[in-house]
């Protein structure tokens, strides 16, 4: 109903689970020990691929083989069509150092949400794993909130209409239209 395809059946995973609810289950808890992990990291810390590696791998490393690599497969998102799994490292170092540089230089609240924006739609976009980019580049955006001083975010919800808005905003950023995007990220942003 919201334009995004789903796996109509569950990956494979390490463990043989098949129930999608006990999977959702183990990858939930994934990801709230990632998060964990992210906020015990130095908010001075720069953000690399090996971190990225690292943090998609602490978040699905018990279900799944592919946890903490990059993607080798051709796949698409709804109507976005990755980057070619062989360009992958060379956009994922050119965004971190884009990343980087934008957060090194960020000042004002436009600067903090334009950075926001950017971690997470260009994370996304690059698709760099076989699955597990949007939760990974949430995480990747909230590494960013925290060294600015800002709680973590969520951009959508599951239940309502939330998730069918930020999928109509990573659509418009799609097009170079980051309004809807960054207007997300603006009405959760909390600092400390």
């Given at each position: 109903?919201?334009?995004?395809?789903?796996?109509?059946?569950?990956?494979?995973?390490?463990?043989?689970?098949?129930?999608?609810?006990?999977?959702?289950?183990?990858?939930?808890?994934?990801?709230?020990?990632?998060?964990?992990?992210?906020?015990?990291?130095?908010?001075e810390?720069?953000?690399?691929?090996?971190?990225?590696?690292?943090?998609?791998?602490?978040?699905?490393?018990?279900?799944?083989e592919?946890?903490?690599l990059?993607?080798t497969?051709?796949?698409?998102?709804?109507?976005?069509?990755?980057?070619?799994p062989n360009?992958?490292?060379?956009?994922?170092?050119?965004?971190?150092?884009?990343?980087?540089?934008?957060?090194?230089?960020?000042?004002?609240?436009?600067?903090?949400?334009?950075?926001?924006s950017?971690?997470?739609?260009?994370?996304?976009r690059?698709?760099?794993?076989?699955?597990?980019?949007?939760?990974?580049?949430?995480?990747?955006?909230?590494?960013?909130?925290?060294k600015?001083?800002?709680?973590?975010?969520?951009?959508?919800?599951?239940?309502?209409?939330?998730?069918?808005?930020?999928?109509?905003a990573?659509?418009?950023?799609?097009?170079?239209?980051?309004?809807?995007?960054?207007?997300?990220?603006?009405?959760?942003?909390?600092?400390?």
């Amino acid at each position: 109903m919201d334009n995004t395809n789903w796996t109509p059946i569950p990956d494979e995973n390490k463990l043989g689970l098949t129930d999608k609810n006990i999977i959702n289950e183990y990858e939930a808890k994934g990801i709230a020990l990632t998060e964990l992990f992210v906020f015990q990291l130095d908010t001075e810390i720069e953000i690399s691929t090996q971190l990225l590696l690292q943090i998609h791998c602490f978040a699905f490393a018990e279900l799944y083989e592919w946890a903490g690599l990059w993607r080798t497969t051709i796949v698409s998102v709804g109507q976005l069509i990755p980057p070619n799994p062989n360009q992958i490292l060379q956009l994922m170092y050119q965004f971190l150092d884009n990343l980087n540089f934008k957060i090194k230089q960020a000042i004002t609240l436009t600067d903090h949400l334009d950075c926001l924006s950017f971690a997470h739609y260009e994370f996304v976009r690059i698709h760099p794993f076989n699955n597990g980019n949007g939760r990974t580049g949430r995480i990747l955006m909230n590494i960013v909130a925290l060294k600015f001083g800002y709680k973590p975010l969520e951009l959508y919800h599951r239940e309502g209409n939330s998730r069918k808005v930020y999928i109509e905003a990573m659509k418009s950023a799609d097009k170079g239209d980051f309004e809807p995007l960054t207007n997300l990220i603006r009405k959760e942003l909390i600092s400390f």
